[in-house]
């Protein structure tokens, strides 16, 4: 059986799939297949293990007739088409909960670097022209701070424990409410969006990308937030209006932007999609931007492939793997997909 890995993985991610499978993988350097390498590869694939930069669309799909696994070596599947593979019988994995603490610890690291304007500093002292403590670059704590989290899922709950030993208070919204112990644990308070906004020094929105929460945080939305509070989102770009955050960056209303998503990467977005970061957000003094290191611990990755690869193997093996997101459900006339 072949499997297509599309991205570098660590060695012992091949070794691994290597007891089950004949694993195909790029070995040289941190390199990712383009579209085009995927596309040759996967033709005779039983599985593909894919990383965010792959969209798995109808075209994907419809090129690999013997595909019976999508692997993502991710938790959002936005990038993925899952009606299209439930019609196609393709299992569809994720991985729910590995990169939940790297990516609550980012969070509070994008916080701190942008409260405490960490980066300004750095160019500072980087041009040259630090001479010394001067009265410059004050900027906010999270002691005493408000910081709300719309989306209260296991990394919401990561970052509140996290930010218990910085003193901030926690606003949170959710369809569910937390248990009443865990809320109590965590000081954590539901609200209603519009009063997250309206109170919050440090807003962040903690959802899937889906076409309810898409540009969620939009030019209203913005409107609404205290003069000065701070935007962090490692969610998706397309979660909100980068545009509108630009716009309000400008207006000096924004007190700042941490982003590790950008718009441009939601490939499978309605619309028309942002090739780049916007050049607004690029030049912009206050924000701070970092290239969707979320999950980027060596350990974590390791242990994120290594998870890929059992679900590959449960998949081909006629088990339901852990993580599915689809069950797979052959529907008639939907191709050769074998099953
Ligand atoms: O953004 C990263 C992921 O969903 O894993």
Known sequence: MLVVVTHWVHPDVTARLAEFCHPVAPSRGREVWPRTE????????????????????????AACPRLRVVSGVFKGADLVDLAECVRRGVWVTVLPDLLTVPTAELVVGLVLALRRRLVEGDAWVR???????????????????????????????????????????????????????????????RVLLSELLAGSDVVVPLVPLTAGTRRMIDAAALGRMRRGACLVNVARGSVVDEG?????????????????????EDTAAPGAA?????????????????????SAVEDVRREMGLAAAEQVRAALDGRHPEGAVTPPRRVEGAGEAPR
């Open 38 to 61: 995927v596309l040759a590869r996967a033709r005779d694939a039983d599985g593909l293990v894919v990383c965010m930069a792959d969209r798995v669309d109808a075209e994907l799909l």
């Open 127 to 189: 041009s040259g022209r630090h001479a010394g403590w001067r009265p410059r670059f004050y900027g906010s704590g999270l002691a005493g701070a408000c910081v709300g989290i719309i989306g209260m899922g296991r990394i919401g709950r990561a970052v509140a424990a996290r930010l218990l030993g910085f003193g901030a208070s926690l606003v949170y919204t959710d369809p569910v409410a937390l248990p009443e112990p865990e809320a109590y644990r965590l000081g954590a308070r």
């Open 244 to 264: 509108a955050v630009v716009e309000a960056l400008r207006e000096d209303r924004l007190g700042g932007y941490a982003a590790d998503v950008f718009a441009f």
């Open 274 to 294: 942002p090739v780049e970061v916007p050049p607004g957000l690029l030049a912009h003094p206050r924000t701070v931007l970092t290239p969707h290191l979320g």
